[in-house]
């Protein structure tokens, strides 16, 4: 079993920066390739990013491309998503996963995150 839990989310003006973290505990860390969705209110979740389990391997969603980069300190347990240049379409719940296998959108998210909220005002 992993647990996540994410933290960081909250209330910024457009063109401002959040850095989101997703801590996990439990099972090994390492060994899960780990991504970050959003859910943003009457839509689907989405894909935003997802790293490698050694963390030197990356891919976006276009949307975000250029403007989120998505990090990890196995050390720490913990997986990070630095936002930067914030649009009001961005404005969601951030969700982090954990995947056994697999890559991308389409990965075998086994284990996920409360969520946490992210707003951005004009």
């Known amino acids: 079993q992993v647990q996540l839990v994410e933290s960081g989310g909250g209330l910024v003006q457009a063109g401002g920066s959040l850095r989101l973290s997703c801590t996990t505990s439990?099972?090994?860390?390492?060994?899960?390739?780990m991504g970050w969705f959003r859910q943003a209110p009457g839509k689907e979740r989405e894909f935003v990013a997802i790293?490698?389990?050694?963390?030197?391997?990356?891919y976006y969603a276009d949307s975000v491309k250029g403007r989120f980069t998505i990090s990890r300190d196995n050390t720490k347990n913990t997986i990070y998503l630095q936002l930067d240049s914030l649009k009001q379409e961005d404005t969601a719940v951030y969700y982090c996963?954990?995947?056994?296998?697999?890559?991308?959108?389409?990965?075998?998210?086994?284990?996920w995150g409360q969520g946490t909220q992210v707003t951005v005002s004009s």
């Open positions: 790293i490698n389990w050694s963390g030197r391997t990356t």
């Open positions: 996963a954990a995947a056994s296998r697999g890559w991308g959108p389409q990965a075998q998210y086994n284990y």
């Open positions: 439990g099972r090994t860390f390492s060994g899960y390739n």
